[in-house]
């Protein structure tokens, strides 16, 4: 049985707006991220998918995605994926993350996808690593990174 947010986001998937509209829900429950106006394009069991736009707000000042806002990008979709992925007797947090940069981030949109390297055994304290890798509209890497998280029973 897929986890209720993972059904959360397919209801919303399925109207016009309705992507957004979960995007906006998961802001809320975790403001800061509301700073990089995401959107979730795909959300399932050890994969997710989120987008955002590049705009005056989050870039640098040479003109490229900020490096902090694609962090964002990948913590967002790393950890949302992470809560759907575990056993729900399980609770996660960040404790570490590897970034690298490897090329600028200057087209219209950047795309994070989150996925787990290794599983997740039930009841036992844990790291799992989340890849994340960022790419932009050529479907080109401007960003790697590995998120350390933290599993343990709840």
């Given at each position: 049985m897929a986890?209720?947010?993972?059904?959360?986001?397919?209801?919303?998937?399925?109207?016009p707006g309705g992507q957004k509209a979960f995007s906006l829900i998961v802001c809320n429950r975790a403001p800061y991220f509301g700073s990089i106006s995401p959107t979730f394009t795909a959300l399932d069991a050890g994969y997710a998918e989120v987008t955002i736009k590049n705009r005056r707000a989050v870039r640098n000042h040479i003109g490229t995605v900020h490096a902090i806002a694609m962090c964002n990008m990948a913590e967002l979709a790393g950890g949302t994926m992470t809560e759907v992925s575990i056993p729900r007797s399980m609770?996660?947090?960040?404790?570490?993350?590897?970034?690298?940069?490897?090329?600028?981030?200057?087209?219209?949109?950047?795309?994070a996808q989150a996925r787990f390297q290794g599983e997740i055994n039930e009841g036992v304290k844990q790291d799992a690593a989340v890849e994340v890798e960022i790419l932009d509209d050529n479907n080109e890497v401007v960003c790697r990174c590995i998120i350390k998280m933290f599993v343990s029973p709840k």
């Open positions: 986890h209720p947010i993972i059904n959360m986001y397919r209801k919303a998937a399925s109207v609770r996660w947090i960040p404790s570490g993350m590897q970034v690298d940069y490897i090329k600028k981030a200057v087209t219209k949109t950047l795309r």
